[in-house]
Structures are given as C-alpha cells and as structure tokens.
Antibody, heavy 121, light 107 residues
Framework: QVQVVESGGGVVQPEMSLRLSCTASGFTFSSHSMHWVRQAPGKGLEWVALIWPDGTKKYYADSVKGRFTISRDNPNNTLYLQMNTLRAEDTAVYYC??????????????WGQGTLVTVSS | DIQMTQSPSSLSASVGDRVTITCRASQSISTFLNWYQQKPGKAPKLLIFAASSLQIGVPLGFSGSGSGTDFTLSISSLQPEDSATYYCQQSYSAPYTFGQGTKVEIK
C-alpha cells in the first residue's frame, strides 16, 4: 500500500541545521510531486515546500524561503528537507505528503505520521 | 499569495445535525480546493478534492461544493467520529495555502 515515512526530527539549537527525510513505498515515487507541510504545536497546517516529480521545479513558503531546501532522490524513493538557520518559530511536526496530480486537483492523499522538530536553546 | 479564510473557527452540533463549513479564497482558484480532516495526534486525511469529488473510502455523508472564491464542506448527518478539525486548502498556485481550520465538536 501507499506509504510515506518521515524521519530526522529532533531537538536543535537556534541557527543550527537539520535534514528531514521521507521514504516512500507502494507507488511510483518518480511520477508524483511531493510536499512538506508543518504544524506548530496547537496550531493549524502550514504548507512549506513543493518539488516536481523530476526535481526541476521547487516552490517554498515565504517563511522558509532562502533557509530551507527541498530535494529528492528518485532511484531511492526519498524526499528531503534541508533546514538551515533554524528559528524557534520553525518548531513543528513536519509531514511529507504525496500530490495526486492535476486530474485530482493536486490534492494530498498520503501523509506520513510526521516528525517533530524542536528548535530551542 | 492566495489567502484562505474558513468560517466558523469552531462549532458544536448534535449527532444527526447537518453541518456546513465555508471557505473563501482571496482570488479565484477555479475548483482547486481540497478539504482535509484531522484528528488530534494524527496526520490530516483527504476528504474532498477538486472542490466536490469525494476521496475513495470517505463516507457519502461528506460533500463539497463551490467554485471561484466560495466553497463549502457539508456533513449531512453528524456522527461522533466526525469530531475533528477540518481544513480547506487551495492547490491553484504555490504556495498551496490552508485555511485556519474549523474545529467540530459534538454536543
């Protein structure tokens, strides 16, 4: 079955870096755009970043532009989020999600369980 | 960026009630509007895509409508398991913004 599993979260000091991974299985990873979405404690969902199936196009929320980089390794079915210069306001559960594509309105049908990133000194 | 505004932010209704949540986009997004349900401690779950298409496996009591800037999510007969927070999301253009959420509670 379709599955995505995030990893790499943890506690990190402000200004430091962290890389999240998302391993996909049960579908043709290289055929789907992928997204990162985050949720701060007790808050709503915030879209973070998008990468096209072939990795040629990437888009970011203004709140992370210039600090975060989304990438993917299609042969190994893995999505990444490199997070640099972390701030306290980046503290959140980070989810990766599969994009169903144009015919399904670019909706997100498969989500991981999330990985918690805590930025604190 | 396209802003998404949901209303109400919370509601309380009885089992069997019809519930409606609205979502307004700051500009036209055609039908690139999706609805998600999230329960505490869980990942969001896709309910409705492309404004009105029911995701596979989602109960028929859920429905969506709208186009352009105004959209609604309806639950025809509220059930205890529908207690959750509901989010709209536009997928017309990046950044793919979410509404602030509507918390649905059972009286």
């Amino acid at each position: 079955q379709v599955q995505v599993v995030e990893s790499g979260g943890g506690v990190v000091q402000p200004e430091m870096s962290l890389r999240l991974s998302c391993t996909a299985s049960g579908f043709t990873f290289s055929s789907h755009s992928m997204h990162w979405v985050r949720q701060a404690p007790g808050k709503g969902l915030e879209w973070v970043a998008l990468i096209w199936p072939d990795g040629t196009k990437k888009y970011y929320a203004d709140s992370v532009k210039g600090r975060f980089t989304i990438s993917r390794d299609n042969p190994n079915n893995t999505l990444y989020l490199q997070m640099n210069t972390l701030r306290a306001e980046d503290t959140a559960v980070y989810y990766c999600a599969r994009d169903l594509g144009y015919s399904s309105g670019h909706s997100f049908d498969s989500w991981g369980q999330g990985t918690l990133v805590t930025v604190s000194s | 960026d396209i802003q998404m505004t949901q209303s109400p932010s919370s509601l309380s209704a009885s089992v069997g009630d019809r519930v409606t949540i609205t979502c307004r986009a700051s500009q036209s997004i055609s039908t690139f509007l999706n609805w998600y349900q999230q329960k505490p401690g869980k990942a969001p779950k896709l309910l409705i895509f492309a404004a009105s298409s029911l995701q596979i496996g989602v109960p028929l009591g859920f429905s969506g409508s709208g186009s352009g800037t105004d959209f609604t999510l309806s639950i025809s007969s509220l059930q205890p398991e529908d207690s959750a927070t509901y989010y709209c999301q536009q997928s017309y253009s990046a950044p793919y913004t979410f509404g602030q959420g509507t918390k649905v509670e059972i009286k």
